[in-house]
C-alpha cells in the first residue's frame, strides 16, 4: 500500500513538472517577401483560402518553416506562404510596428532577448504593445510612452487574430485581379500536360480554369471557346493583373491564352518549356497576339 502511494505520488510530481514547462515560443525569426506578392493562407495548402495578399518587400514575423511552408505574422495576421518566397533571418529590428496583446499575467520585460537580462518592466493580460522587432523565440517591443524591451513571443498574441473565429472576414487592400494573379505564381514550374487542369499537369486553358475556380469563377474549357463566350474584350493597352491573353497562327483562330500580371507579361502553362513560366509579352507572343478577355 504504501508502494503504491508512494508511486502515485511521483506520478503527480512528475506530471506537474512537465505542465511547469513553458509553451514552446510561437517564433523563430523574421522574413522579407522576396516575390511581388505572395498571397497569405489559413492553411499550409495552396487550395486553402487566401487571408490577405502580402505586398513584395514586406517584413514579417516567422512561426514555423515546414514541407515548403512557412507560418508568418503580417501586420498582425497568421498565415501560410509559401517557403520559396521568403528570405529569412534569425533577427530584424524596426521594421513591423503592429500590436501585440499579453496573454499571461506578472509578464516579464526584459532588456534583451533572454532570460539572463534584467527585468525592466511586468505586464498582466490584456495590455497592449507595438512589435518592433524579433530575435528568435523573443519580441522586441514597446509601450504607449516609448519604453521598450523583449517578452517572449509565447506570451503575447496579435490584435489581428484576438477573438478570430471561423467567420471572420479579412480586409484586403489587393484588387480580385492581383489576387488571382499571385495564386497563379504560385504554380510556377509546374508540369505541361496536355488535357491537364490539377496540379499533377496542367494545358494552357486547364491552367486558367483551375486557377480562376478558386475564385469561383467558370469558364469554357479550351482557349477559343474562353476567347468566344466568357468574360468582356480588353484593348491591349487597358490590360490589368488577371485579364487572359490569346493567341493564335491566324487573325481569329485561338490556339493558346495565358493570364496577364503586368508589366508586360503573361503567367501560362507552356507546351514548349514544358511547365507553367512566365514570358514576355513581346516577339513571338506579341506576333501572334490575338485579343483579351476580362473574366472578374
Not at 516575390?35 to 495548402?45: C, G, I, P, Q, Y
Not at 503575447?156 to 471572420?168: C, I, N, P
Request: glycine fraction near 12%; hydrophobic fraction near 35%.
Amino acid at each position: 500500500m504504501k508502494n503504491s502511494i508512494m508511486k502515485t505520488l511521483a506520478l503527480c510530481l512528475a506530471m506537474a513538472c512537465l505542465l511547469a514547462v513553458p509553451a514552446s515560443a510561437d517564433t523563430i525569426g523574421g522574413g522579407t517577401i522576396s516575390a511581388d506578392a505572395l498571397n497569405l493562407r489559413t492553411e499550409a495548402s495552396l487550395t486553402a483560402p487566401v487571408k490577405l495578399l502580402v505586398p513584395g518587400g514586406a517584413f514579417v514575423l516567422v512561426e514555423e518553416q515546414k514541407n515548403g511552408w512557412t507560418r508568418i505574422v503580417y501586420e498582425g495576421t497568421v498565415g501560410y506562404v509559401s517557403s520559396q518566397y521568403i528570405s529569412y533571418t534569425e533577427s530584424a529590428e524596426g521594421q513591423y510596428g503592429f500590436a501585440a496583446v499579453v496573454t499571461g499575467t506578472d509578464v516579464r520585460m526584459r532588456g534583451g532577448p533572454s532570460t539572463s537580462d534584467n527585468v525592466i518592466g511586468h505586464f498582466d493580460e490584456g495590455a497592449q504593445l507595438t512589435v518592433l522587432g524579433v530575435s528568435g523565440s523573443w519580441l522586441k517591443v514597446a509601450t504607449e510612452s516609448g519604453a521598450g524591451g523583449y517578452i517572449r513571443s509565447d506570451l503575447l498574441k496579435y490584435s489581428t487574430d484576438v477573438g478570430e473565429s471561423a467567420g471572420t472576414s479579412y480586409v484586403n487592400p489587393a484588387t480580385l485581379g492581383e489576387q488571382i494573379v499571385a495564386t497563379a505564381k504560385e504554380y510556377l514550374d509546374y508540369r505541361y500536360v496536355w488535357g491537364g487542369m490539377s496540379t499533377a499537369g496542367f494545358d494552357c486553358s486547364g491552367f486558367v480554369n483551375y486557377v480562376y475556380k478558386q475564385y469561383d469563377y467558370s469558364m469554357n474549357r479550351v482557349a477559343q471557346s474562353i476567347y468566344s463566350n466568357d468574360g468582356v474584350s480588353v484593348e491591349k493597352e487597358n490590360l490589368e493583373p488577371g485579364d487572359l491573353v490569346f493567341f493564335g497562327y491566324s487573325g481569329t483562330s485561338v490556339s493558346h491564352v495565358g493570364m496577364y500580371i503586368g508589366d508586360g507579361q503573361m503567367i501560362h502553362a507552356s507546351s514548349s518549356d514544358g511547365k507553367v513560366v512566365i514570358t514576355d509579352l513581346s516577339g513571338y507572343y506579341s506576333r501572334m497576339y490575338v485579343g483579351a478577355k476580362r473574366i472578374i
